[in-house]
């Protein structure tokens, strides 16, 4: 996105590339160029569809480990997790994916995790019926 602290970031990172906001087809190139996602969300709740939508491309997820999203794969094997204050653990973990074969790894096993149980329209609504029956 474009938040209020975009401006600051960009003056003490000027080397990387900031996308701002981007459509679909913008995303899915993304996705095909990339070694993982990162998810630096703090908040206890966050399920993360942008976990999901990743493992789906074969596309492995790096999440903070207070989140939900970490559920939804295995640690080590089709994501990583990392300490959500914990900078240097956060380094440990992109230093891993500088290995383009575990990446590739970690991505076609986050794919085959997705494909077990794909999340699906059916499947949510049926359990927000069961929620509701209770």
């Known amino acids: 996105g474009e938040g209020g602290q975009l401006e600051s970031i960009r003056n003490e990172y000027p080397e990387h590339e900031y996308l701002g906001w981007v459509n679909g087809n913008r995303v899915q190139e993304l996705y095909a160029q990339s070694k993982a996602t990162l998810m630096t969300s703090q908040w206890y709740e966050t399920a993360s569809l942008v976990t999901l939508d990743s493992m789906a491309k074969g596309v492995a997820p790096i999440v903070a480990d ?69």
Do not use: C, I
Request: hydrophobic content about 40%.
């Open 66 to 134: 207070v989140t939900v999203a970490t559920d939804w794969f295995d640690e080590g094997v089709s994501g990583r997790s990392f300490r959500y204050d914990d900078p240097v653990a956060l380094a440990k973990v992109l230093e891993d994916f500088k290995d383009d074969a575990y990446a590739d790894r970690l991505g076609r096993a986050a794919r085959e995790k997705f494909m077990v149980d794909p999340p699906t329209m059916e499947k949510h609504l049926d359990q927000l019926e069961a929620l509701y029956k209770g």
